[in-house]
Structure formats: C-alpha cells, structure tokens
C-alpha cells in the first residue's frame, strides 16, 4: 500500500522561503499525478498545484503563481513544492496527495491518496 509522508515544514519570516518534500513508499508514483493542498487555519482545504505524471506538466492556484514550484523525482519517488517569497496567507497545514490517473485536478476529490500534512506558518 503507497503511503505519502511529507516533511520540511516550520516556521518562516514573511519573504522567506521553504521547500516541501513528500516521500511515496510502495511502488513507483511516477506514473500519477501528485498534487500539493492546503489547509489554513478555520478555513477548507484548498488546491495549490499539482504535477502531471513523468512531470509533463503543472498547474498552479493563482494565489501562489511565481512563487511556488512543484517538481518530481521519479527514481527518487519524491515531489517536492519549493516556496518562495512566503507570505502570511500562505500558512497553513500543507498536504501532499496522489491522484489514480496521470492527469492533474485542482478538485480534492479526485486525490486518493494524502498524506498526514505538515505545517508551514509565515510570520510576519
């Protein structure tokens, strides 16, 4: 059974970066879309980008365009979202998810895979 452990979260100054990390147990992802989401405090889990399978292609939520950037290792089976330029709204619990198809989906409910979250706060 494929598990999704993500990693790299904590606490940053607004204008800082971080890079999130999220490790696929089990047998290869590559072939799947992966997805990054979050959670802000009080607030509905949220799309944030997702990678097509073997990386082809990305979408991301309008709100992290230019800062975020989601990538894939497929030997490694890990993707990653590097975040820069962070801000105040960006704080949030931040989940890493696996889609059974190879296309990307800004909806939650196409993601059946998720991870346990990891959480990211911007100080500001």
């Known amino acids: 059974q494929v598990q999704l452990v993500e990693s790299g979260g904590g606490v940053v100054q607004a204008g800082g970066s971080l890079r999130l990390s999220c490790a696929a147990s089990?047998?290869?992802?590559?072939?799947?879309?992966m997805g990054w989401f979050r959670q802000p405090p009080g607030k509905e889990r949220e799309f944030v980008t997702c990678i097509r399978a073997y990386g082809i292609s990305t979408n991301y939520a309008d709100s992290v365009k230019g800062r975020f950037t989601i990538s894939r290792d497929n030997a490694k089976n890990t993707v990653s979202l590097q975040m820069n330029s962070l801000k105040s709204e960006d704080t949030a619990v931040y989940y890493c998810?696996?889609?059974?198809?190879?296309?990307?989906?800004?909806?939650?409910?196409?993601?059946?895979?998720w991870g346990q979250g990891t959480q990211v706060t911007v100080s500001s």
């Open positions: 089990g047998r290869s992802s590559s072939s799947f879309a």
């Open positions: 998810a696996r889609r059974p198809t190879a296309s990307c989906s800004t909806s939650i409910d196409d993601y059946n895979i």
